[in-house]
């Protein structure tokens, strides 16, 4: 829902409050769940105001382990931005850059998906 650039090499649980932040900046709603791996662990760095669950634990209910699952297939999107859209190295110069540089890699997968969902599908032609 949205990218920023991580400066200095961060801890990635002081990320999860800046993220939820943005995704309600982005789409208006407020998150009351975030899915995250086990590099966000950490209860003094989570929001208070949305449900953390963190991938690995166990004694979840089957619907929030179901999610967790999914947000598997979120990797390989990362992947592929990383390596197809120009994400495995930055050519723009400091902070401004590394931040234009990820949301054009971002403009890119999406205008990608998108050229492919407009020749799946075309629009259909008047007849004349």
């Known amino acids: 829902m949205g990218i920023d650039a991580a400066h200095d090499n961060p801890y990635d649980g002081g ?59 979120i990797e390989p999107m990362i992947g592929h931005t990383k390596h197809d859209h120009r994400m495995d190295r930055n050519y723009l110069l400091g902070k401004i850059g590394d931040r234009i540089n990820a949301m054009l890699s971002t403009c890119a997968w999406n205008l990608k998906n998108l050229w492919r969902y407009y020749v799946d599908y075309p629009l259909p032609v008047p007849a004349t």
């Open 15 to 73: 990320d999860v409050k800046s993220a939820l932040a943005q995704v309600k900046r982005l789409t208006g709603p407020h998150s009351e769940e975030a899915f995250v791996d086990k590099g966000f662990r950490g209860q003094r760095y989570h929001p208070k105001a949305a449900a953390v669950y963190i991938a690995g634990r166990r004694n979840l209910p089957p619907q929030l382990n179901k999610l967790l699952k999914r947000r598997a297939a």
